[in-house]
């Protein structure tokens, strides 16, 4: 459980801190008094100010914000200095300011999965190399060592990781030895025929190999990351569709179930906490930029329909458009909250 919430907390923070550091950076640029930069909710517990700007840290750490000077926000000891208005500034400057929160976040993704990538690298799926020998499975028994190449299973040539497993896993249909042609280390080619009894476990038959990993420069590294990154992004908005048309059980998760996924991927080790990391990360840059009130999607959406229309929507009406999504995005957590709460109370029941 401590392990959890720590890691709940490190993820909070950064993905916190990177969204709303993109918004106040933005803001300095385009001449926009920043009144506050707050990481959590909640009464105040720690506040210091440099220069025009009060940074504070609150109670309820999970959220946090960047409070502009003319959004209707300020104190009753606070002023507007002349011309640094949010509210004052051409639409396209509000644009790029609201959507800068989402963009540090998708950055901050790109540049974890690009560190992956040069460092720790990704399992070689392209080739039918091994990466690792398990021990106490064929694989060992029969010879076969990091760093060889599966050309062949029975009669049937392989090129990658995938075509090598399926075939093996369709070996087991037949009975007798499985014929392997394997290039070694050395460069020599030979050819073994290996008896793969049906695993137990998973009901079909388990070589016991790994495949090896491989790594990038640090520019190819980046190219693969936006790769990666755009892959998940269609992934994450079709899984969005999904749900919203209830064409598929989507599985939807809060702060509950964030803090166990982190605490998990914690367990596993730091690349996987960084690869958790990258993910929380690209999903929050989408979510906040999904057109829903109070949300900053939301808020584009109504300074796209300025910049179209050429005509402000009266900030009351903007207020009870966006006081309405907050009581639907509260509703929203705390469905979802409980139902993070039945399931985790529900496994450790078990």
């Not at 209707?72 to 509000?94: I, S």
């Not at 790109?110 to 021990?135: E, M, P, W």
């Not at 062949?152 to 896993?169: F, L, R, T």
């Not at 073994?192 to 520019?219: C, H, K, M």
Request: charged share 20%; hydrophobic share 45%; aromatic share 10%.
């Amino acid at each position: 459980m401590l392990i959890s919430i720590l890691s709940f907390l490190v993820v909070i923070g950064i993905c916190v801190i990177s969204h709303e550091f993109g918004h106040y950076i933005t803001a300095k640029w385009n001449g926009i008094q920043v009144h506050e930069f707050s990481f959590g909710m909640g009464p105040c517990l720690y506040q210091r100010r440099i220069g025009t700007t009060v940074w504070s840290l609150r109670v309820i750490p999970i959220g946090g914000f960047v409070r502009l000077a003319g959004m209707g926000e300020e104190k009753d000891n606070e002023q507007v200095l002349p011309g640094m208005d949010f509210m004052g500034k051409p639409a396209w400057r509000r644009f790029i300011v609201l959507a800068s929160g989402s963009v540090t976040n998708i950055m901050v993704a790109i540049l974890l999965t690009a560190f992956l990538l040069s460092t720790h690298g990704v399992l070689d799926l392209n080739s039918a190399k091994i990466g690792n020998v398990l021990k106490g499975y064929p694989a060992e028994k029969y010879g076969l060592e990091r760093g060889d190449v599966i050309l062949a299973v029975g009669d049937k040539p392989v090129h990658d990781w995938k075509e090598m497993s399926q075939a093996i896993k369709k070996s087991g249909e037949t009975p007798g030895p499985v014929k392997i042609k394997v290039k070694k280390v050395n460069g020599e080619v030979r050819v073994i025929f290996a008896e793969i009894p049906l695993d137990p476990e998973y009901g079909y038959p388990l070589l016991g190999i790994q495949p090896s990993r491989v790594t990038y420069n640090p520019l190819s590294a980046t190219l693969k990351s936006v790769s990666y990154i755009w892959n998940f992004s269609v992934q994450i908005l079709e899984g969005i569709v999904r749900w919203i048309s209830g064409s598929s059980g989507i599985s939807v998760t809060g702060p509950l179930g964030i803090a166990s996924m982190a605490g998990e991927a914690a367990k596993e080790g730091l690349w996987s906490f960084l690869s958790f990391l990258a993910l929380i990360n690209l999903h929050l840059g989408i979510l906040n930029l999904f057109p829903f009130p109070v949300l900053d999607g939301g808020r584009l959406a109504l300074v796209v329909a300025e910049m179209i229309f050429r005509r402000r929507i009266p900030e009351k009406w903007e207020q009870y458009i966006h006081f309405i999504g907050f009581i639907l995005l509260l509703s929203l957590l705390a469905a979802v909250t409980w139902k993070d709460l039945v399931k985790i109370l529900t496994r450790e029941g078990n």
